[in-house]
């Protein structure tokens, strides 16, 4: 499972060509095993970056885009991008990290806005006045999810997305990882396994994550609807991970739309507070995962599924 993460972590960030390669990367390994599987293709948009600055009386600080749409940012609007409330969506914001070393991008808004580094958010409330600009376009980008085992009628579904935000290890080449070892020990005898596209971010409202998941539930509700439970896997390496009871944590790992599925679902992530340093940057590598955890999280969803009675 190692070099499964190693191998993706090549090609981050995960999105437009290089989410193409790691799609590639999965199949390869699919067929390396000779596990049969299908690709649900669709379309989507992503935001492409022409330019985006930011300086504090005149100095630049180093940030990058977190916008959805093109503008200016000219008041010391400083959130958490790890508190997410639905009135920032709409508000031109600097943003940051609170627990990472490193520009976190952990939220996307739909105004313009930038990340900075945690050790940068003084300097910009000290200063005495500030000014920032992106300018965003929307990319066609083709995707795709990556369907293995049992499609017609699966005793449980198990998911996990490839793309990634920044480098991606945790989040989600663990789960990635984990499911290639379940789809190589027969897992898809009896399940569907799926590989999902186009999680981490599109243009899609009111949620701008989780596009690949809503499609699947698109086309395969019927399988989905009849299965008696579907596992989300999601940050397995940097943590014990276990299953999720928190709601609000649910739903962001797994935001589909239909309630009724929601409610039957399954969602495994790390328990603890680690992923938070590491959330959607550069530091989310290789170095930062504990194989045990994965391991982990291996032995946790095959518990799941051996656990229902046929």
Known sequence: ?????????????????????????????????????????FDSFLP???EHSLTADGEPIECMPTALVSGEITEKNIIS??????????????NFNPYADSISLATHYRAPSVAVRRRDVQRIIDSKSIHGTVTVVREPHSCAN??????????????VHYDSVANGADDDASGVAMLLRLAEDGAGIDNMLVFSGCEELSFDSPIYWGKGYRELEKRFFPA?????????????????????????????????????????STVIGTLGDEWFSTYHSCDDTLNRINPEYVDAGLGLVKGIIAAQPD
């Open 1 to 41: 499972m190692v070099r499964d993460i190693r191998e993706l972590e090549r090609f981050a960030p995960r999105r437009g060509t290089n989410e193409h390669s790691a799609r590639s990367y999965i199949e390869s390994r699919l067929n390396e095993e000779n596990i049969p599987y299908i690709v649900q293709s």
């Open 48 to 50: 492409r970056y022409v």
């Open 81 to 94: 991008s790890m508190a997410v409330s639905g009135r920032y969506y709409e508000e031109p914001n600097i």
């Open 146 to 159: 990556i369907i293995a085992g049992n499609v017609s009628e699966p005793k449980n579904v198990v998911i």
């Open 224 to 264: 989905l609807s009849r299965s008696r439970n579907i596992i989300a896997v999601d940050m397995i390496g940097s943590g014990m991970p276990g299953i999720m009871k928190n709601p609000k944590y649910r739903l962001a790992a797994f935001p589909i739309s239909d309630k009724r599925l929601f409610d039957r």
